[in-house]
Structures are given as C-alpha cells and as structure tokens.
C-alpha cells in the first residue's frame, strides 16, 4: 500500500513562503509521476503543477513564476516551494502519485493521494 504524508502548511501573511513536503512509502517513488493539487473551500481541486520521473515540470498559471516543485528521489519525497503568496492561495495542498506516469492535470489522473495540509495566506 503506498501511502503519502504531507507536511509543512500553515499560516502565512501574504508576501511570504512557505515549503511543502510530500513523503511516499514504498520502493518505487523513483517511477511516479507527481502532482500538487490544491482545493479552497466551494471549489473543486485544481491543479498546481507537477513533476516528472526524470524531474521535469509544469505549472498552473496562477502560481507559475512564485512556486517550484522538485523532487528528491533517495528520500522519496517531493516539495512545493511557495513564494511571494497571496491569499487566493489559501486551500487544502495535496500531493498525489501516478504510478503509469499519465502526465495528467486532472485528479483523476492519479492513483494516490495524501491526506491534504492546510495553507492559509493573511492579507
């Protein structure tokens, strides 16, 4: 069973950073593909960005240029580095796995999902 744990939401005034971390179990993180969604209360998840298995990576327009994903394979873990926040980006961070590397923007995209860190950004 893969299993990830994200870490390292919180609150945050506008202008600021914040480091999220996403731990996955199992031997085979190298392989996955991964995404960062996010959900602000009465909307659905959207997408943040993602990051390859060879480290590539994409963004959403709304947080291209402020945040950065990567990963670091020996430690099965993947992060989203946000800067220079704003509130509209308080939401719910979750990390998520895709094990066929589908390369997807969409949820169902992807096989695992963490259990979601609370980030909220004050004006």
């Known amino acids: 069973q893969v299993q990830l744990t994200e870490s390292g939401g919180g609150l945050v005034q506008a202008g600021g950073s914040l480091r999220l971390s996403c731990t996955v179990s199992?031997?085979?993180?190298?392989?996955?593909?991964m995404g960062w969604f996010r959900q602000a209360p009465g909307k659905e998840r959207e997408f943040v960005g993602d990051?390859?298995?060879?480290?590539?990576?994409r963004y959403a327009d709304s947080v291209k240029g402020r945040f950065t994903i990567s990963r670091d394979n020996a430690k099965n873990t993947v992060y989203l580095q946000m800067n220079n926040v704003k509130p509209d980006d308080t939401a719910v961070y979750y990390c998520?796995?895709?094990?066929?590397?589908?390369?997807?923007?969409?949820?169902?995209?992807?096989?695992?999902w963490g259990q979601g860190t609370q980030v909220t950004v004050s004006s």
């Open positions: 998520a796995a895709d094990r066929w590397r589908r390369f997807s923007i969409i949820t169902r995209g992807y096989d695992y």
């Open positions: 199992g031997r085979t993180f190298s392989n996955y593909h």
């Open positions: 990051v390859s298995a060879n480290g590539g990576t």
